[in-house]
């Protein structure tokens, strides 16, 4: 395996294998070749410039990918689940997670407190533990270009209960020198703990957080999978509920605008929104158009109707508004 | 020598002009009412649809997720024969790699900043020429087309040099894109200053409210939270708020910026 020459931090493989992060063991989705020092594959960045540091030395057999012989540069790292240091001893690691000074308080403003927290960390303020937080991401995310410096994000992290801890179990960062005023750069709901609608919740709290800015605003572009997904569910369940139960549930039209700043959404997101949704109709054909005229594009609340109940959804905030804490 | 970064936002792929001006104009107009029906049995907008990357495969790739049980883990820490209260993962141990490697990404930010403040000077620059343009297309009757299509060239096509509609409405749009990277550009220079400023007094201010990390905090429930940072705003000054007649509220404190509500 080697580094894509043409970009930083990305691999062609996996170069780790998989990781242990608390009390969890997963394999990784994709490579970061930013854990190394370039033409030092065989130890971590900080164990090659720190040359005094003691080696430990794992062998291990060559690990097989999908019946073929691969290698990899790291069979397991081991990273802790409250600051993400790592290391490829699993020994040094148990001797840390004794000690870690997060064992008490996890850092950061708290800004949600509900059965699940989400904690405002600056990434200038919290240096390394973000930093750590970036190189652990890279692992399951495709695009990724800023690890080290981070002090003009902040990492807004959710934590939960897992086996009577209370722990880091996803985040999202915000680039506070963005340039189309994004309010998400990235965002990772680490594998253990996917499937409980955290990626939502996060999403959800991002756009709470534009509307206490008063800013209509949406994440970076362009999207991974997972983030298309997560955004457009997301962006389909807002439309819906306003439209159909909320704000606009009993107008007869809409402007983009009004839609946009209610919502806080932007406008080419809500049109893309609609898009997938199958929503928009030309009113040549719609019945009684003879007050339609003024536009020859429609909403249709049957539509999203049937979008809600095909997704089996109930379109309600996962956000307690109680439980926001914004200042 | 820092390597490139893939940056998203150049992903897309490569435009042969600078802004799609075609596609601002065919655009969704934002603030045209839009008829919500009940029912309708008309064609649907004709859509691209919303495609998954290729690594689609990877959603369903199941990651072989292994819980170890913590006593496993206490059994190790057994083994070793000095139990030593010092973190072995001390932040020293990190310090020097990753201010080494923050050095080399602010080398690829500095250059990727670099080629902003060329392209802020060079679209200045266009700026006025557009708008001498502009001024010369309403004003004369036989305006400079040469001109025109030499400054146009690097930004836009125009279809016909003839049809005075579509170029004069191509410069307006033209003029109003660069307007708006140029003033993006000056507000995210006044940020980065402002912050720079920020983290500089940081360590200097006793009560921040604005970044609040407090023990005590973490132990609050939400209401005293909530109490606990809004009587620490108002050291700073008043909050003021202005309802108007047709409900709108204008809200203002010490710190954050104003805010309109309007809902």
Partial sequence: ?327 | MAKRRRLRSKEDSVKTKLFNLDELIDSIPIDVDIPIVDECSGPKRTTTEIHASSSVNLLTKPLNIVQIPSRQRRRLTTIKKKVSHLDPLDDKLFLKHHQRAEKSEKKMTNIEKERVFTEYDYYLHCLEQLKTVCQDYEASMVPNQQMMLRITEPFTTIDDPNDRQEVLMKIQLLIGEITKFTRTFERLRKLELKLKTLHNNFYHQIDNPEDSDTEEEAHMDVKRLRETRFYRRLKHGPLIKIRFLDGTVLVKDAISPPKVINF
């Fill in chain 1, 1 to 327: 395996m080697s580094d894509n020459e043409g970009y930083y931090g990305v691999t062609q493989k996996r170069n780790i294998r998989r990781v242990r992060l608390g009390d969890n063991e997963f394999d990784t989705l994709y490579g970061n070749s930013v854990y190394f020092l370039e033409g030092h594959h065989d130890m971590l960045g900080y164990e090659a410039v720190n040359a005094h540091q003691r080696i430990h030395h794992r062998k291990h057999s060559e690990p097989q990918i999908n019946g073929d012989t691969d290698s990899y540069w790291l069979d397991t790292l081991y990273v802790c689940d409250l600051c993400f240091k790592y290391t490829r001893d699993e020994a040094l690691l148990n001797s840390h997670l004794s000690v870690c000074k997060h064992n008490y308080r996890f850092p950061g403003k708290t800004m949600y407190k509900d059965n699940f927290t989400i904690k405002k960390v600056s990434g200038y303020r919290h240096t390394i533990l973000c930093q750590n937080l970036c190189l652990f991401a890279k692992l399951f995310l495709d695009s990724k270009s800023v690890y080290f410096s981070i002090e003009n994000f902040d990492f807004y992290v959710v934590l939960g209960e897992s086996n009577g801890r209370r722990v880091p179990m996803g985040f999202f960062s915000k680039e506070l020198l963005s340039w189309d005023e994004n309010n998400l750069a990235c965002i990772l709901i680490f594998p253990p703990f996917q499937r409980k609608r955290l990626g939502h919740l996060l999403i959800e709290f991002s756009y709470e957080l534009s509307r206490f800015e008063g800013k209509v605003s949406g994440p970076e572009f362009p999207l991974s999978a997972f983030g298309k997904i997560g955004y457009l569910k997301y962006w389909s369940k807002v439309i819906c509920r306003e439209l159909l139960y909320g704000r606009f549930s009993d107008c007869q039209s809409i402007t983009l605008q009004k839609l946009s700043k209610f919502t806080c959404i932007r406008v080419k997101d809500l049109i893309s929104t609609l898009d997938y949704m199958g929503s928009w109709f030309t009113t040549s054909d719609i019945e009684n158009s003879k007050s339609l005229d003024q536009y020859p594009l429609a909403i249709s609340r049957s539509v999203l109707k049937q979008w809600i109940k095909g997704e089996s959804s109930n379109c309600q905030k996962l956000i307690q508004e109680d439980s926001l804490v914004l200042y």
